[in-house]
């Protein structure tokens, strides 16, 4: 097994470990199929491309933000405070 196939199975004992975490973002500079687990929470983002478009974009940035919502959303309906 590579070290990328456990890479979602290290974030999911993390969040298992810090139960107050409720909201969270994955971001993945490569092509995400090695977090299939993480599917809900992940952003994929460009590390480098031809167009010189690196980094964190503003596409990514609304991403992010529709992850957190839905996380958001989640919680309410458990009945937890934000």
Known sequence: MTYDAWK???IILYLQEHPEIAHYCVLDDCD????????????????????????LLESHREKIGQKL??????VK???RKI
Do not use: Q
């Open 8 to 10: 979602d199975d290290e």
């Open 69 to 74: 919502e839905l996380d958001n959303d989640i």
């Open 32 to 55: 995400g199929k090695d977090l299939e687990k993480m599917k809900n929470h992940l952003v994929v983002t460009k590390y480098y491309s031809k167009d010189k478009e690196e980094g």
């Open 77 to 79: 309906k458990r009945g």
